[in-house]
């Protein structure tokens, strides 16, 4: 069924778009009710206009916060034209059909994103606009209702192609579009002022995004994803610009995610994070980038094939040359130069992403998770170690390189499934041992990977002699520890907290090796 459009009303805070739109419609004879400046940038143009006001014949009261609130309005979107009585009572009470509402509403998410203050904020609340979007929503049988500029060449192109009316599809789409919109603005609102009462967690969770992008598959081919946004400015893949690559996958966006956390936690040096199943399989400073770049590749060559690189400074033509000679999946950097821009075009299927600045490792921000039935919501990870927090448990006391290397591994280690085990030699990682059910068998793990590395590396030495060890949790043995000292660490770091820390205290004592307690876990399931 198509419904001709005789009646619009049209009050936009974006006017993106809004005079072309406007123009259109007086071609299909369309009479416009505006209000404010939408009706001013109306007027400007040429195209008549009638104010709200003057169709209600109430006049715009409270500072603008009463002007679409009348039965004139209301009853004009909600009489349903199929319906005798409807009309009826439209008739005796001087009540004409709206057919066509375009809104869109006042900028609560961007007041409030620009730090405003609450009573800016609570102004910037729309009330008017979402009322008539949902009125006109649920009378999609015969009211079109427009949220988006996006939309308004669908709506003028149906209306060009049906004599000035839109199809019920059409106004049935526009409709779920409508109340997805109010839905999340309601929801901006909502979570807006559970933070101003320092509610972290509000009896009722609402959770608003919105979709970026269709993925031809989840984890596998047989299951349907898509990645959605929530409009928080937080540098990396919900903000990179992809610039050549074939389209990401699931896997490719969780994989390049954990990537770029992990290679924002280093600022001081040049950093270079090497991630496959979401885990890494090399990270490393540098003196430069691509000096971090072979550090990070050469603790799991084998592991890095078809991985996803991360790095913490501007892409340049000499890193990139030699990401180039490896099969990656994804780079993400905060920027890329020209030369480096032009060394991976010639990678087609590479996908290269810039972020325009790093994301803040001990920024706040809320993850939530899905149980059947339910959610699970958590501060982020954003703890962070510092240097005069360590605890030291030892008779021996860690040197200062190795303290360095300490807190690069307990970093890196924030960043590897549990149980995670990571060993660390002169900035950079050399043995990383993760997911397992047994922090022993991490340990074991790690160990024999850094061990393999090496002899492939033609390498007579362990990389795990004289090392450091971090542990994402305490040592709940002392034989986790122990396969760390056969390895050859020198030290180790870990949160402490174990019923038997005596025992791993005097087994590390017994080895003459140095350990630290953090007081933190970093537990990452």
């Not at 990678?347 to 939530?368: H, I, Y």
Request: charged share 25%; with cysteine; hydrophobic share 40%.
């Amino acid at each position: 069924m198509t419904a001709r459009i005789a009646r619009a009303l049209i009050s936009v805070s974006d006017k993106t778009g809004l005079v072309e739109f406007a123009k259109s419609l007086h071609a299909q004879g369309v009479e416009i009710l505006s209000t404010g400046g939408s009706a001013k940038a109306i007027e400007a143009a040429g195209v008549p206009v009638k104010e709200v006001a003057d169709h209600t014949g109430f006049p715009e009261i409270m500072d603008g916060r009463v002007k679409t609130l009348h039965p004139k309005i209301h009853g004009g979107l909600l009489g349903r034209r199929s319906l005798s009585s409807h009309m009826q009572a439209m008739e005796d009470n001087d009540i004409s059909p709206i057919d066509l509402v375009c809104v869109n509403l006042y900028p609560f998410e961007e007041t409030v994103a620009k730090g405003a203050d609450f009573d800016t904020c609570i102004e910037n609340i729309d009330i008017g606009g979402p009322s008539m979007i949902r009125s006109a929503a649920k009378n999609h049988e015969s009211v079109t209702v427009v949220v988006d500029p996006s939309d308004y060449d669908r709506v003028v192109a149906e209306m060009n192609d049906n004599g000035g009316a839109t199809t019920a599809e059409t106004r049935r789409v526009l409709a779920a579009k409508a109340f997805a919109r109010t839905g999340a603005y309601d929801s901006a609102i909502s979570s807006w002022f559970a933070g101003e009462l320092g509610e972290t967690f509000p009896q009722r969770l609402n959770v608003s995004a919105e979709l970026k992008q269709t993925l031809r598959y989840g984890e596998n081919p047989h299951q349907q994803a898509a990645f959605y946004i929530n409009g928080k400015n937080r540098p990396g893949v919900a903000t990179a610009t992809q610039l050549q690559g074939k389209e990401l996958s699931f896997n490719n966006l969780n994989d390049t995610d954990a990537a770029f956390e992990l290679v924002s936690e280093f600022d001081e040096k040049p950093a270079v994070a090497i991630i496959k199943h979401a885990n890494p399989c090399g990270v490393a400073e540098g003196d430069s980038l691509i000096d971090a770049y072979h550090k990070a590749l050469s603790c799991d060559p084998v592991s890095a094939f078809g991985g996803i690189i991360a790095v913490n400074r501007t892409l340049d033509k000499q890193t990139a040359e030699e990401i180039a000679k490896l099969f990656a999946e994804v780079v993400i950097c905060p920027d890329a130069d020209d030369a480096a821009k032009e060394v991976l075009a010639a990678k087609k299927n590479l996908r290269l992403l810039v972020t325009g600045g790093m994301a803040d490792p001990e920024g706040e921000d809320m993850t939530l998770r899905s149980l059947a039935g339910g959610y699970l919501l958590q501060n982020r990870d954003a703890g962070r170690v510092k240097r005069e927090e360590l605890k030291v448990v030892t008779k021996r006391k860690p040197s200062e390189a190795e303290l360095d290397d300490l807190l690069f591994a307990f970093r890196v280690g924030k960043h590897v499934k549990s149980n995670a085990i990571v060993y660390v030699k002169d900035g950079k990682a050399v043995g990383i041992g993760a997911g397992q059910m047994s922090r022993v068998d991490s340990s074991r793990i790690a160990a024999w990977k850094a061990e393999e590395a090496g002899k492939n590396a033609g390498e007579s030495d362990l990389r795990t002699q004289g090392s450091v060890v971090s542990s994402d949790a305490f040592f709940p043995f002392a034989d986790g520890l122990l396969a760390a000292v056969k390895a050859g660490a020198t030290a180790v770091i870990q949160p402490g907290g174990s019923m038997r820390d005596e025992e791993v205290i005097a087994a590390a004592d017994e080895n003459d090796i140095a350990m630290v307690f953090t007081g933190m876990r970093h537990f990452r399931h």
